[in-house]
């Protein structure tokens, strides 16, 4: 259905519009916010919090971006806040370096790939980090990044490439392997 | 190694870079059912009259404290050898002149927003620097609580008022509402992992920077003395 459509059902208070409209979208902001948290309580967290703000705001939506794009800019910068705010991120959070040190005769074969990955992809910078899942795990094109986070396609692409950089440094050894 | 950053991962990390943080299916109704949830209480609140009126008292409060600091002000800054002329702004909103103009009395307004959300910001700065000073040498702050109470109504207003029009100003204050609401519901004899985890908040958000980076220096000592 157009969006617009949907949007001026909502705005005149159709709750089967609302509905609608979260069925859209709420596979995409739960994945989303999902893969930046990484806990199913924050994720649920931050989707409700989505979608709360993005029916107040409704109205401000001005049609520049595709409605889907507006509303997962609304769940990053949600998600993005909340784990500003600390919580369980902490506990995942351990010195690349001391991975590096204490695996530094492992080779590829060995199964902790993905456990090193995830410590590796915890300590990128938070814009390398948002761009590099959101490219590289979910598959949102540099234009959708671009749009959802506000900056230049250009930007993503240099925070992709810088991100790469750094997961194969911290990940060299496998690499070789 | 490939050394080309712009080209793929390898697919042996792309491949595990998709476990990573994977998602399991979404709990659909559960949180459909939150939102209503959250959006009904919402509506009763903004329904409730008694709080509108409160709302309504609380600016006028607010703009009658804020005449009052802009005379204060006004006064000063002319000082005694201004003498036989009236300190205009001192006279303008809320004291003598009858009808103020539309654009002097919504600057006025704004002046006032502005004093009070500084004075708000520097309050909630001294209290959350006390905070973590409290908690980093183990003593029992058995205030903190109800002073974050305090602290919460006042914030609340401000993000419901024209001070929270200012995105980055409601960006801060709705960071700050969370902290607030943090050490407002703490219990007594909670565990130091609470207070911790609140500290660790504080500074991983980088409130206090932000705070500190929003309230101009000597904002509140200035504005209790009657300067401003």
Known sequence: MDDRILIARVQAGDASAERELYDAHVERVYRLVYRIAGDPDQAQDYTQETFIRTFDRLRDFRGEAALGTWICSIAVSVALNGLRRGKRLRAREVALDEAATASATERRSEPDLRDRLARAIDDLPEGYRVVFLMHDVEGYTHEEIGRTLGVRTGTSKAQLSRARAKLRRSLADFARG | ?228
């Open chain 2, 1 to 228: 190694m490939i050394r080309d950053d712009d080209q793929p991962l390898e697919p042996e990390l792309r491949e595990a870079a998709r476990a990573y943080h994977e998602p399991p299916s979404v709990p659909r109704d559960a949180v459909w059912v939150q939102i209503q949830r959250r959006r009904a209480e919402q509506q009763r609140r903004w329904a409730r009259p008694t709080r509108r009126v409160w709302r309504w008292a609380a600016g006028v409060a607010a703009a009658l404290a804020l005449g009052v600091g802009i005379g204060r002000l006004s006064v000063r800054t002319r000082g005694p050898a201004a003498g036989a002329s009236a300190p205009t702004v001192a006279t303008s909103p809320a004291a003598t002149t009858p009808a103020p103009t539309g654009a002097a009395s919504t600057k006025d307004e704004a002046t006032a927003y502005r004093l009070a959300t500084a004075d708000h910001l520097a309050q909630a700065e001294a209290f959350l620097t006390l905070f973590r000073a409290s908690v980093r040498e183990g003593h029992e702050e058995r205030l903190a609580s109800a002073t974050a109470r305090q602290l919460l109504a006042t914030n609340r207003l401000l993000i419901d008022s024209r001070a929270g029009t200012d995105p980055r100003l409601r960006l801060l204050l709705q960071d700050l509402e969370l902290v607030l609401a943090q050490i407002a519901q703490l219990a007594p004899g909670r565990g130091r992992e609470d207070l911790k985890l609140i500290t660790d908040g504080l500074e991983q958000g980088g409130m206090m920077v932000r705070l500190r980076a929003a309230v101009p220096a000597g904002t509140e000592m200035h504005f209790r003395q009657g300067a401003l």
